[in-house]
Each structure stands twice: as C-alpha cells, then as structure tokens.
C-alpha cells in the first residue's frame, strides 16, 4: 500500500482511536521514518501522553507533516482533534488538492489544520473563483504555488492587495494567480506600500517605479535591507551606475550581488570591457566569456 493511501486509510477514516490502533504496525513498515517506536513521545517517559495525542502526531506523520515544527509554529494543534484534521483534509480534497500535496503545504502553513472552513478556508476559494477568475480545476495549482493563500483572510488581506495591485496598474489577473500570488499575500501597508516608496526615495519617479514592478514584479518580493540597499549601493559607487540604467532593467535587483554582479563586473573592469547591464546578468557563463573575447578581440 502507497504512503497516499496509508495516510488516506488513518486520516481520513471514521478516526476512532481503536481503528487507527489497529493500522499501527502496518502504517510504520510502510513508512519507516515515523517508525512509532522511536518516536519520542512513544518513550515510555512520556507514558502519560493520551493514545489519541499520540495518534494525531502519527497522522500528521503520514500524511507528510513534520508533526514537531507544526506543533510548535501551531500551538492550537495540541488540542485540536482528529476529526477536525480529518475534516480539513477531506475539504482541501474536495477542492482538487491532492493527498500527496498536503506534506508541502500544511507543513509550510500548519496554522491550516486549526482554520475554520466555513470562516476562513472556504472564502479564499470563494476569491479565487470569483475575483482571480481561478476555475475550479485549477485551484490545486494556484495553492501549490502559494500554500500562504489558505492562511490569508480573504476580507482583510487578499481583497485589498488585489485592489491595490489592480491600481498600480497589474491587470492580468491570469498572472497575478499562476505566477505571482506571493503579491497578494504581501500586506499593502506594510510591504507593498514600503517598497514602492524606497525605491521612489533612491531619485526615481513613482510612475517609472510603477513601470518597474510591473515588468518585475519580484521586485515587491525583495526585502529593502538585504537587497535593494547593498545591490544599489554597489550599482552607485562602485559600478558608476546610472537611475536610467535601472529603470530600463529592474532585474537587476534579482540577481546575486555576491554570485553574479560582483564577479561579473570584476571581470569586466580588469578587461576594460564595456557591456550592458542587461547582457552582463542576464548572459550565461559561456556567453559571458564569448561576449568578453569578443570585445578584448575587437
């Protein structure tokens, strides 16, 4: 029997303690990492964890979860029963997500296994359909994308992000759900809004800044003091770059300061070289090196 259909057989049975007991050996040849033995809260120092505790960890287990780190980004989990993970999971099925995506996305947002469905779970899916134009059928590939959807209000956050990006000008809303739904996960006020305004600090006018982050929309992605700071202090003081530059070629921000633009740029200084921002990233090593010859050649 599949992992899938082991932990389809323990998740989303009647889940009575006495059934899920009875799989146990079963469960754990077929999958030996969550060997019940070694489990720590199988030592007999924790004798006094409830059978029904122990057999919520084993799920969670099965179906791919890191039960340990859910418990621990999740505190609700501890009191939460079988028959609500069960019936969170039946859900997310219903929906078109696979058993075999639940490991990836609940253990990347396990605050899914407490949410309400009614309240919360099923009017994400409700902004999908409605204001993403997301068909059903498709639904399991937007949330593999971005799991962080399921643990987003509908209401509070994803409405206003999309309302905000459909401003700026982000009309596509096929892309907005297939390539960039880590926008609408991003607060408006906190995130969005900050880094607009950074780079609209470093001399650039909003409207060139909007055009920017709608050709690169990573670029609301990218954090102000790990990235935009030393990438464009570098491009200023030791590069002699221009704004213009960075307008024409927002991707710049995307690329490696330590593992691309540094070397890249050495290299071209000590060449005496003169190559376009653009083709100086964007180039493959061996295009790098032809370009280079080329010019040294020329």
């Known amino acids: 029997m599949s992992a899938g259909a082991l932990g389809s057989s323990l998740c989303l049975s009647s889940l009575k303690p006495a059934s899920c007991s009875e799989q ?31 057999e919520k960890v084993l799920c969670l287990e099965i179906l791919g979860v890191d039960s340990g780190r859910a418990l621990a980004q999740n505190p609700s989990l501890h009191s939460a029963s079988l028959h609500s993970i069960h019936s ?3 859900f997310l099925q219903s929906k078109g997500i696979h058993l075999k995506d639940l490991g990836r996305i609940l253990g990347m947002c396990p605050k ?18 409605i204001d993403l134009k997301v068909p059903d059928q498709d639904f399991r590939k937007v949330i593999k994308k971005c799991p962080r959807l399921l643990i987003s209000s509908a209401r ?27 926008l609408l996960v991003s607060s408006v006020e906190r ?6 305004n950074y780079l609209v600090s470093l001399g650039l006018s909003k409207s060139d800044v909007v055009d920017m982050v709608l050709r690169c929309p990573s670029l609301f992605t990218f954090s102000v003091e790990g990235n935009f700071k030393p990438k ?11 704004l213009e530059e960075l307008r024409t070629f927002p991707q ?14 050495a290299e071209i200084v000590q060449r005496g070289a003169e190559v376009p921002l653009s083709l100086m990233l964007k180039a493959t090593d061996e295009e790098f090196r032809e370009l280079l010859t080329s010019q040294g050649s020329g």
Do not use: C, W
């Not at 754990?28 to 505790?53: E, R, V």
């Not at 464009?232 to 221009?242: A, L, N, V």
């Open 191 to 196: 995130t969005l809004i900050p880094k607009l």
């Open 112 to 129: 899914i296994l407490t949410s309400d469905i009614k309240t919360e779970l099923d009017p994400v899916f409700n902004f999908l359909s």
């Open 88 to 90: 969170i999971v039946t």
């Open 24 to 54: 146990q050996s079963n469960l754990l040849t077929a999958k030996p990492k969550t060997l019940l033995h070694d489990h720590p809260l199988y030592h007999p120092t924790h004798a006094n964890i409830s059978i029904q505790f122990k």
């Open 232 to 242: 464009f202090d570098y491009f200023t003081k030791e590069m002699k770059g221009t």
């Open 156 to 182: 509070d956050q994803l409405k206003p992000a999309l309302f905000y990006l459909h401003r700026l000008g982000f009309k596509d809303l096929r892309t907005l759900a297939y390539q960039d739904p880590i």
């Open 252 to 265: 710049y921000f995307a690329f490696s300061l330590e593992n691309r633009i540094k070397p890249r740029h």
